[in-house]
């Protein structure tokens, strides 16, 4: 069976800094990952996904992650952060049917 | 234009109530879905619809019953709520439910059983 581990609860991180949301996935067959964001009392949104191709994935608000098959991790990462980037993170593996199989979400804390 | 919209926002009743959310979406697509998430915000998906067929039934109680009138549409009627129910549930919906597919989430419904 497919799992995904989000291996940090909590990030407090100050403004500017940079950041890394690290995701593993546990999975014997090809993968499809996402990252959703979920802002304070809103629905989830995406942010990027992996589906073949380049390793390195682009997505909106200036965050990318990395695909390593040999580590099986999409960990997410921004150079520099901003108060609004505050917000609930949540790593993805999609299987057939289109179901989501979520991590247990990061909480992002940016401080000023 | 809201894309994927629930209604109502807020829930609060008592045990033993009978309630329904219901979810519309304006994007044309195909398959919806439910989700569950619990007050430590993990997220388990409950059901799916592919125009207007049941595709996705996890482990819920029977107690749980969807239903989609039309593609547009899927509603969650809970009938004998339990404390265990409260949660947010969002509703969200795929171009045709494949496993690669961006899903677009409504804004969630607060479901508080007193």
């Known amino acids: 069976a497919q799992s995904v581990t989000q291996l940090d609860s909590q990030v407090p991180v100050f403004e500017e800094a940079p950041v890394e949301l690290r995701c593993n996935y546990s999975s014997s067959v090809s993968v499809y990952l996402f990252w959703y964001v979920q802002y304070p009392n809103q629905g989830l949104q995406l942010l990027l996904k992996?589906?073949?191709?380049?390793?390195l994935v682009k997505g909106i608000n200036g965050f990318e992650a990395e695909f390593n098959k040999s580590q099986t991790s999409f960990h997410l990462r921004k150079p520099s952060v901003h108060i609004s980037d505050t917000a609930e993170y949540f790593c993805?593996?999609?299987?057939?049917?289109?179901?989501?199989?979520f991590g247990q979400g990061t909480e992002l804390s940016v401080k000023p | 234009d809201t894309a994927v919209s629930q209604t109502p926002k807020y829930l609060v009743t008592q045990m033993g109530n009978d309630k329904s959310i219901k979810c519309e979406q304006n994007l044309g697509h195909d398959t919806m879905y439910w989700y569950k998430q619990d007050s430590k915000k993990f997220l388990k998906i409950m059901f799916s619809?592919?125009?207007?067929?049941?595709?996705i039934n996890e482990t819920v109680p029977n107690r749980f019953s969807p239903k989609s009138p039309d593609k547009a549409h899927l509603n969650l009627h809970i009938n004998s709520l339990e404390l265990g129910d409260s949660a947010v549930y969002f509703c969200a919906s795929s171009p045709r439910g494949g496993f690669q597919e961006t899903q677009y989430f409504g804004p969630g419904t607060r479901l508080l059983v007193l």
């Open positions: 993805a593996v999609g299987r057939h049917g289109g179901k989501l199989i």
């Open positions: 992996y589906l073949s191709g380049s390793t």
């Open positions: 619809y592919n125009n207007k067929e049941l595709i």
